[in-house]
């Protein structure tokens, strides 16, 4: 936090020359749990900001476009999913759009903190608001662990994994990348955010996590969506699957079907998503 004549702000270092920075109007949250500081801010621009470690989780303002490329995408390409696991994403907002779809009978998520859950329900109650339906069940475990014990179980798993240092590094390994595998269904689907491959340090974990998916899984594929409030914008989500292609196999006229409101994904957005620009296509070779 700091002071700008007066008026508080909080700054946000995407990188050693760059920060992010949003005026506050308030703080009305602030506190630390076994894992992580948690801090929840209001600014007028942006509504209710979640910060873990001083890093931006989620904005009201921006949170749909993150939600909805992370759960839509996949959904429109195997309307049929059954059993999601969700690795991190306490806040409650993939939930909030996967209780939507009638096909998806049982969401498991799991984190370690318990405590990032209840701020949630507290601070940010829409968003959280179907974290207690009846389809959800919440694991307080290591996600690997949890991930290690299950095969053929899950259509599709959602890793909403933190940046890649400390107690998050776990959920960027090659040996998590293979448990999640096991993990799936024949038609299984591994939708991760991929960082952004704007900023160097940024780019490097990208490649790095890219590497790992495509030793693991047969189908990977890259996708990209502006998201205001992250690093540069420009950020990343890698689709991978064991027989599933993100645009080969899209059902949009059975997901148009469905009726389902969103505010970012559409189903030519979806297409377009994985067109990605030239230097990106390079980053991604690089490693490929």
């Known amino acids: 936090m700091q002071d700008k004549n007066m ?18 109007n308030k703080v009305l949250y602030t506190g630390e749990s076994e894992y992580q500081r948690i801090d929840v801010l209001e600014s007028p621009e942006f509504g209710r900001v979640l910060t873990q470690n001083g890093q931006i989780t989620l904005t009201e303002k921006d949170e749909f476009i993150y939600r909805e490329m992370m759960v839509h995408v996949p959904l429109a390409v195997n309307p049929e999913i059954k059993k999601v696991l969700i690795i991190g994403a306490e806040d409650g907002g993939f939930v909030h759009d996967l209780v939507q779809y009638p096909s998806v009978e049982q969401i498991d998520l799991v984190t370690t903190d318990p405590k990032m859950v209840e701020v949630c329900k507290e601070y940010l109650p829409d968003i959280a608001a179907k974290l207690d339906d009846e389809k959800v069940t919440i694991f307080y475990e290591d996600a690997l662990r949890f991930v290690r014990q299950k095969e053929e179980v899950y259509d599709l798993i959602l890793v909403d994994s933190v940046d890649p240092f400390g107690a998050g590094e776990i959920l960027f390994t090659k040996e998590f990348y293979g448990n999640c595998f096991r993990a799936l269904t024949s038609a299984g689907i591994l939708i991760n955010q991929h960082e952004s491959p704007f900023y160097e340090e940024e780019a490097a974990t990208m490649q790095t996590v890219h590497r790992r998916i495509v030793q693991t899984f047969p189908i990977v594929k890259i996708y990209q969506a502006h998201i205001p409030s992250y690093p540069s914008g420009h950020w990343l989500f890698g689709f991978a699957s064991k027989k599933l292609h993100p645009t080969g196999d899209l059902k949009a006229e059975k997901w148009h079907g469905l009726g389902l409101k969103t505010k970012y ?10 067109a990605l620009p030239t230097y990106v296509e390079e980053l991604l070779k690089d490693v490929e």
């Open 7 to 24: 008026q508080l702000w909080f700054s946000e270092a995407q990188t050693p020359h760059v920060d992010f920075s949003l005026k506050i």
């Open 265 to 274: 994904y559409n189903t030519r957005l979806h297409v377009g998503a994985f």
